[in-house]
Nanobody, 124 residues
Framework: QVQLVESGGGLVQAGGSLRLSCAASGRYAMGWFRQVPGKEREFVASISWSGGRTSYADSVKGRFSFSRNNAKATVYLQMNRLIPEDTGVYYC?????????????????????WGQGTQVTVSS
């Protein structure tokens, strides 16, 4: 069973930046979701296993950037110009079946392995 190891969360002021990392052995389509208490987990971004394509939620387009380093088996979510609405627990996820090289899954049920989550708090 593949395990995901997340890091990089923390507290930052609005307008600041954070970078989340997620390590996973193997090459998979991967994604980031976030959740706040009382709300459903929501899609943030995903990247194909080739690294050639990415998808983003409208709320983060132009501010977040998803990349991968396959040699290090690690993906990165660079989050810039953070706003308080970005606050939440961020979960790394991967899809380990039936994915073409440039497919970017975006649905919650398209991912079958999840990390434990890392807290991101953006203060105003």
């Amino acid at each position: 069973q593949v395990q995901l190891v997340e890091s990089g969360g923390g507290l930052v002021q609005a307008g600041g930046s954070l970078r989340l990392s997620c390590a996973a052995s193997g090459r998979y389509a991967m994604g980031w979701f976030r959740q706040v208490p009382g709300k459903e987990r929501e899609f943030v971004a995903s990247i194909s296993w080739s690294g050639g394509r990415t998808s983003y939620a409208d709320s983060v387009k132009g501010r977040f950037s998803f990349s991968r380093n396959n040699a290090k088996a690690t993906v990165y979510l660079q989050m810039n110009r953070l706003i308080p609405e970005d606050t939440g627990v961020y979960y790394c996820a991967l899809r380990n079946h039936g994915t073409s090289a440039d497919y970017t899954p975006t649905g919650l049920d398209e991912f079958n392995v999840w990390g434990q989550g890392t807290q991101v708090t953006v203060s105003s």
